[in-house]
Nanobody, 123 residues
Framework: QVQVVESGGGLVQAGGSLRLSCAAS????????MGWYHQAPGMQRELVAG???????YYSDSAKGRFTISRDNASKRIYLQMNSLNVEDTGVYLC?????????????????WGQGTQVTVSS
């Protein structure tokens, strides 16, 4: 019912920048927090940055000062501007959207994940 699609990954040299995009679509009544997660090879998925529906961002320690999350509620998109990338940032970046749907006079809450976009940082 709710789809999430990421884009913007790619190959970049250390010190470079990338901008990721995430779009949510479907029968959405409201979107709550949305966020970006990083999954390095063989590692657990970790939160990189999240943003509330009011536009307040929060970051992991490794992302602070380098990454900026932003949101466009009208288009149901979030973005992650990643600067000063290093090889440890390599991995799949997944977007998660916390949503509300309204159906049959009831509200339902859930989370939807995208398939991810690959980011590779070369030294």
């Amino acid at each position: 019912q709710v789809q999430v699609v990421e884009s913007g990954g790619g190959l970049v040299q250390a010190g470079g920048s990338l901008r990721l995009s995430c779009a949510a679509s479907g029968s959405i009544f409201a979107l709550n927090d949305m966020g970006w997660y990083h999954q390095a090879p063989g590692m657990q998925r970790e939160l990189v940055a999240g943003i509330t529906n009011a536009g307040s961002g929060y970051y992991s320690d490794s992302a602070k000062g380098r990454f900026t999350i932003s949101r466009d509620n009208a288009s149901k998109r979030i973005y992650l501007q990643m600067n000063s990338l290093n090889v440890e940032d390599t991995g799949v970046y997944l977007c998660k959207a916390a949503y509300e749907i309204y159906d049959n006079d009831s509200y339902y809450f859930g989370d939807s994940w995208g398939q991810g976009t690959q980011v590779t940082v070369s030294s």
